[in-house]
């Protein structure tokens, strides 16, 4: 049931992003600082660690699945601003953005209870950051204008929940640590490309408040 809470929470901070974003827009630079030293300080003290100490219990090429998120995600935006003109990169990146952000919000559900399975303190661990990453919906493309669209969209983690919970429940270990690690790529690549404030952009104070923050939740949780 707490999985489904996440899924429907996910979806409505999906769903609302671009007005959260607007009605704060004063403000996003700060939340976007903040984000992105929630989602950097997870990343390396918690879910890297863990996905480390599994796959080396199982099968370290699944190393190679977090090189695969992170250099996949790279072509696809590379590729669109490379061959294509003005008008027509800017639809497609939006089109590969829409799939992609589909793709990767489904995975993230079934992840949520994969985690919230292995404990609850995993499971919001890794809620969390995912969830402030996507209100701020940080990509550089416009949203979908088309209701039907963005609501599909937005409850992309909520299926992919309710596919892991209902569906697919004897998912096999291999099988989450490689979603695992392409979410970790994926996560790198994003939170680095398009949720750190490039150049003179950013309030360093907030990164650091979001690292310290995440650090001591992660330390009091864990029982570091």
Known sequence: MNTIIFGILMAIAIYFSEKFTTKFSEHHVRMLSLSAGISITYIFLDLFPQFNASVIATDQRLFLSVLVGFVLLHLVEKHIYQHTSKDVRKRELALADSSISFIYHFIIGMLIVYLTNQSAVSGVLFFLPILFYSTLSTLPVDPTSDTTVRL??????????????????????????????????????????????????????YFVLGVMFYALLIFLTRGF
Do not use: E, M, W
Request: charged residues 5%; hydrophobic residues 50%.
């Open 152 to 205: 599909i969209l937005s409850s992309s983690t909520l299926l992919g929940i309710l596919f892991a919970t209902y569906l697919a429940t004897d998912i096999s270990p291999v099988v989450n640590f490689s979603l695992l690690g392409l979410v970790i790529g994926v996560l790198l690549y994003t939170t680095i490309r398009h949720g750190i404030p490039q150049g003179k952009a950013g309030k360093p104070v």
